[in-house]
DNA sequence: CGTTGGCACTCCGATGACTGGAGTGCCAAC
DNA sequence: GTTGGCACTCCAGTCATCGGAGTGCCAACG
């Protein structure tokens, strides 16, 4: 892992130059790409034969590497990185594709449905599988709280947050209230909390209820009790990022192991690991690359992750990618995911 | 298709059991099933020449064939359909199993979590693919309605239905609010609507929209207007069952072939095939099975499916199943597609 | 010194022959 | 009706063969 890099500079230009072509034309079509195959396609005038010297030098550097002694070569992890560092020029998105993408974040009604949107269209377009993490919501802002009388000593809570997200969960509490009593109780929470960040009500609502409750009137006492219930933590796991596309990746030849193939989708139900890569993608800014074992993570060996976070008053919210072969056109799916994460920013700013 | 049936009365008590023993066998290690095999595992003391005449004959009706001239027989979708029709005997499932499934049933806060829970027990203990259908709501009772300023003549209309359902969504006015003209609309449509079915309450709406407006406050009007959104269409197309375990279905040798997983994986996410065929289940009650072909789309060839319609109050809400390879366990899987569909009937009985 | 043509070598993948095993179908005998 | 016997079929695995593609190396050339 912490081998040296490898510098283009230690690179003459040709080296670098046939490297380029040579990824390029692998992504092309798959297959291991041989010296002679790779004189034709260079405008250089070069024979196989110094084509292979070149190449065999790039083998030793760790750039390339042959699946067998009579194949042409296939680019290795450090190949692929040093194509995408220093090689690649990225093509911009289509235009075509960037009106889709507009056009699909302007219909979107909500959160929720831009997230969708976002991760279809990366999977539509990069005919790979897309993932867009929902909106991290770091202040979360209370506006109101309404409660509602069930039956059975339940009580339905109401909680508007954000300017328009609605969360509704069930509490429970000692005896039946009337109405009145339970707006009576919103009432009063909405006068003190409305407006203010969600964990500071927390917090607050915790030291309301290790005072001594007696200073207090029988409906404060009341309201503070269901108000712990209704603004108890709000993590929702497992219900964190938004995949489309995943059967894209069983067209892949590298992915044709039904075993591993099995494997990858298991990882997707389970989120723990594509949402651990993700986060630490929070950090960084731009299009970030991981290529093959780059990612850390087994079960996504042979697959590369592009990701992009996307943010709101320059305060990243989350992050989104696509994941497809490590064989992947590189070059289109870097504006892309570039594209979509300035565009879902942007959406999503647009929104308040 | 619509050859003659094959009426347990044709064929030989001897027959029969013999067609139940190679089902069986078959069913539990995959591998086609021939004459000497068969002829140890049975009780009945018969040759294996004697037994292949008997398969000879089952060939003929259609109940068996082989892959090829020297291996063992297989089923056929009849032989299968024979076979759980009339010779299987369904063993209950196992105590452990209904303890588990009503253990998590009892844990569900809300029907969305028990439609969840549902669907990963069906595919956990099946070790297949479980799907539930989201109950369907035919009486959809307004319950409460709640008016929330935005900015930009945005206002968040909050439906509460059902009990403990609440359904929120953005609607556009002519002019920005005041919060007390919103709580007036509220209170207006709450005072005429709250209690009544939501489909009596949008075909009244229609109709005082087409009444002359002069006769009605502008309050009133405001109030109508806004509630024309606020109730419009709710249905949440795609979003329509749940569905756990796929994955498990790449652990089947018969699905192997990646082309045609990829083309059910798409069908799961379509959607649509699967929900065509589990709204035919509504009718029938009780366990259904449908073997193969018979399902009648081409991606579930291969595939069974056993499904199970659940009620509340004799009212059909939904149907669950399981999805595996035609080669399932027939007389483990039905049992546990009925028992689920009860419990879930019941639990969703006791929440009023 | 870099570049080139030539040549021996390696390895894959497809093809075909062969073989053992499993199972059938049929027939004659009981 | 049941059974043993026997010829036959077919699959699946093994092995050898062979052409193609590509390499590595070397000697020659500018």
């Known amino acids: 892992m912490a081998e040296q890099q490898v510098p283009t500079t230690q690179l003459s230009e040709r080296a670098q130059q046939l490297l380029k072509l040579l990824v390029e034309r692998y992504i092309d079509d798959g297959q291991p790409v041989g010296s002679r195959t790779l004189a034709k396609g260079t405008g250089l005038d070069l024979s196989p034969a110094t084509i292979r010297n070149v190449m065999a030098d790039l083998e030793d550097l760790g750039l390339l590497r042959s699946p067998h002694t009579s194949a042409g070569r296939v680019p290795t992890v450090r190949g692929y990185r040093l194509f995408v560092d220093a090689l690649m020029q990225v093509r911009p998105l289509e235009e075509v594709a960037v009106q889709t993408l507009r056009r699909q974040f302007l219909q979107a009604q909500d959160t929720q449905m831009l997230v969708k949107s976002a991760s279809s269209l990366l999977s539509g377009i990069s005919h790979m599988a897309g993932v867009v993490m929902m909106p991290r919501r770091e202040s979360v802002t209370l506006r109101q709280v309404e409660f509602l009388a069930l039956s059975d000593r339940r009580v339905l809570a109401i909680v508007v947050v954000n300017e328009r997200e609605v969360q509704n969960r069930i509490i429970h509490v000692a005896r039946d209230h009337t109405a009145a009593e339970l707006t009576e109780a919103a009432n009063m929470l909405n006068a003190l909390f409305a407006g203010r960040d969600i964990s500071q009500v927390r917090a607050e609502l915790l030291a309301q ?118 064989r992947m056109a590189y070059e289109r799916v870097v504006p892309l995911v570039d594209v979509t994460a300035r565009l879902l920013s942007s959406a999503l700013n647009s929104r308040t």
């Open 209 to 326: 209820l290790q005072r001594a409750q007696d200073d207090m009137s029988e409906a404060m006492r009341r309201a503070v009790e269901m108000a712990e219930q209704a603004f108890g933590d709000d993590a929702e796991p497992g219900d964190d990022f938004v995949m489309a596309g995943q059967t894209n990746l069983m067209g892949f030849s590298e992915l044709s192991d039904v075993g591993r193939l099995r494997q990858l989708f298991e990882s997707f139900t389970s989120k723990r690991d594509l949402l651990d890569l993700f986060d630490q993608c929070m950090r960084a800014d731009g299009v970030q690359i991981f290529i093959g074992q780059e990612t850390g993570y087994d079960v996504l060996d042979e697959c590369s992750v592009v990701t992009a976070p996307y943010s709101v008053d320059g305060r990243v919210l989350g992050v989104l990618g696509v994941i497809g072969p490590t």
